[in-house]
């Protein structure tokens, strides 16, 4: 009978690296791609004005109004009459949020008031207006 000493060496074992690194790229490619795509905001596409005095804002609710005076609650379409009870329920969830109002620069003032209007009737009083900082170029 033939006895098998353990010279303390794995036989015939080995860790292949080439499916880890392959899976490591992958993994890295998802979340370059992730994080770009959430860094842009989607939505109707509104030409912002511009203001020396701007601010970088937090989280909120996002409402846009683009140059045809289409309403987008959160990227989702929305009407002025349904706005209030929109802007009512968001506020309902989470009563500390405040909404940032993206108006293209065409869009007439009495509308931009319009939109404050409605906002406020839905409960939300802290409300911040978005312009692109004069002092950076526009993106």
Same mark, same amino acid.
């Given at each position: 009978?033939?006895?098998?000493? #353990? ?11 080439? /499916? ?17 795509? $959430? ?24 409402? $846009?109004? =683009? $140059? $045809?005076?289409?309403?987008?609650? #959160?990227?989702? /379409? ?7 009870? =929109? ?20 869009? /007439? ?28 170029? #526009?993106?």
């Amino acid at each position: 009978m033939k006895r098998f000493r #353990n010279s303390g060496r794995a036989s015939g074992v080995r860790i292949e690296l080439a /499916p880890f690194v392959d899976i490591v790229l992958v993994l890295l490619i998802f979340f370059v791609v992730a994080a770009s795509l $959430s860094m842009h905001q989607k939505g109707l596409q509104v030409k912002l004005p511009s203001a020396s005095t701007g601010t970088d804002t937090q989280k909120g609710i996002v409402l $846009s109004v =683009d $140059s $045809s005076e289409h309403i987008a609650l #959160n990227e989702a /379409p929305t009407t002025m009459q349904t706005l209030a009870a =929109d802007i009512a329920l968001l506020v309902k969830a989470d009563p500390k949020t405040h909404v940032i109002i993206h108006a293209d620069q065409s869009v /007439p003032y009495h509308v931009v008031v319009e939109v404050l209007d409605h906002v406020r009737l839905g409960g939300c009083f802290d409300v911040v207006l978005e312009a692109h900082d004069t002092k950076q170029p #526009n993106s």
